[in-house]
């Protein structure tokens, strides 16, 4: 009974996070009339589903040998799951900006320190400064990206120019949900992994990309859709590079604030003026409430629940 009610949740929250991240990945080819919404999110669902297949078992790395010693049980995963789908249907209910990775490891760690385990401090910290590596790693990236396809593109004739724009936004697409797949649904699929629980993920995440991405990618996705294509492309391969090297070291991090740090650095470009107080703000919420509010809600879960 234990493992089909897991599998539902994971199946849920999967379903949640590839919606509310389908912005990164829909938002540009929609927005920028390459194709229909539905073919764009069947597209960018896909790569969701084959990073989930491909490399989302490399995220169990950051649960047993990482967080802590030992794999979660089954039980511990059900509590992670299931505050996890709580947080994130009220910060999507009162539209506050979610980072479901810091969600997911603010759970990890309040159901490891519930049921007195030992936990990593060394990793721990290591995973918190990730996060905002990623945000100036991102920005890095992001500007020299947009600089080498500035000066690719200054020769080449306008037809040649749209058709090039055109198969960067479906490769920036692709990279950036290939990598949400990897990384963060890998890391729902890793909590008490076998290869019923990567397959349920990454159909999930095809799925929450498919049906109920497009109100995120309406909202906000603006930020990446009304960008020109050579910063969409940069600032999206820049995310999706680092969120791939995170993967590889097992770390997970925050898709949105990838892109977001590439969106940054391309308009150091220009000049304009992407870090606002309002981005700042929306930054430090997600990264210090999201984790907190998780453990805590965890943490309160195993003791009610007559699982501990």
Same mark, same amino acid.
């Given at each position: 009974m234990?493992?089909?009610?897991y599998?539902v949740l994971?199946s849920?929250?999967?379903?949640?996070?590839?919606?509310n991240?389908?912005?990164?990945?829909?938002?540009?080819?929609?927005g920028s009339r390459?194709?229909s919404y539905?073919?764009?999110?069947?597209?960018?669902?896909l790569f969701?589903?084959?990073?989930?297949?491909?490399?989302?078992?490399?995220?169990a790395?950051a649960?047993g040998?990482?967080f802590v010693s030992?794999?979660?049980s089954?039980?511990?995963?059900?509590?992670?799951?299931l505050?996890t789908?709580?947080?994130?249907?009220l910060f999507?209910?009162?539209? *506050?900006? /979610?980072? =479901?990775s810091?969600?997911?490891v603010g759970? !990890?760690?309040?159901v490891?320190v519930? &049921?007195?385990?030992? +936990?990593?401090?060394?990793?721990v910290?290591?995973?918190?400064?990730?996060?905002? *590596?990623? /945000?100036g =790693?991102?920005m890095g990236?992001a500007?020299? !990206?947009y600089?080498?396809m500035a000066? &690719?593109?200054?020769? +080449?004739?306008?037809?040649?120019?749209?058709?090039?724009?055109?198969?960067?936004?479906?490769?920036?697409? =692709?990279?950036?949900?290939?990598?949400?797949?990897?990384?963060?649904?890998?890391l729902?699929?890793s909590l008490?992994l076998?290869?019923?629980?990567?397959i349920i993920a990454g159909?999930?995440?095809l799925?929450g990309?498919?049906?109920?991405?497009r109100?995120?990618?309406?909202?906000?996705?603006?930020k990446?859709t009304?960008?020109?294509p050579?910063?969409a492309f940069?600032?999206?391969v820049?995310g999706a590079?680092?969120?791939?090297?995170?993967?590889?070291?097992?770390f997970p991090?925050?898709?949105t604030q990838?892109?977001?740090g590439?969106?940054?650095?391309?308009?150091?470009?220009k000049g304009y003026k992407?870090?606002n107080g309002?981005?700042?703000?929306n930054?430090?919420?997600?990264?210090s409430l999201?984790?907190?509010?998780?453990?805590?809600?965890?943490?309160?879960l195993?003791m009610?629940?007559?699982?501990h």
């Open positions: 234990l493992t089909e009610i599998f994971a849920a929250v999967s379903f949640i996070i590839a919606a991240n389908s912005a990164d990945s829909v938002g540009t080819l929609y390459v194709t539905y073919k764009a999110a069947i597209f960018s669902g969701v589903m084959i990073g989930t297949f491909m490399e989302g078992w490399k995220m790395g649960i040998g990482g030992n794999p979660l089954l039980e511990m995963s059900l509590m992670v799951l505050s789908a709580i947080l994130l249907f999507t209910f009162l539209s *506050i900006p /979610l980072s =479901a810091q969600i997911l759970s !990890i760690i309040g490891a519930a &049921f007195a385990w030992t +936990l990593n401090v060394y990793f910290i290591l995973v918190v400064a990730s996060w905002g *590596i990623t /945000l =790693a991102s990236f500007f020299l !990206i600089i080498i000066k &690719f593109t200054k020769n +080449l004739k306008v037809f040649s120019l749209s058709k090039f724009y055109t198969i960067s936004l479906f490769i920036g697409s =692709a990279f950036i949900a290939y990598t949400l797949g990897a990384n963060t649904i890998g729902v699929a008490d076998s290869i019923y629980s990567i159909v999930s995440g799925l990309t498919v049906l109920f991405g109100r995120t990618v309406v909202t906000v996705g603006k990446i009304s960008l020109d050579p910063r940069s600032a999206q820049a590079m680092v969120v791939e090297i995170f993967t590889q070291l097992h991090v925050s898709i990838a892109v977001i590439g969106v940054i650095g391309t308009g150091m470009v992407e870090l309002k981005t700042v703000k930054l430090a919420l997600s990264w999201a984790p907190l509010l998780a453990f805590a809600i965890t943490y309160v195993v009610v629940l007559p699982l």
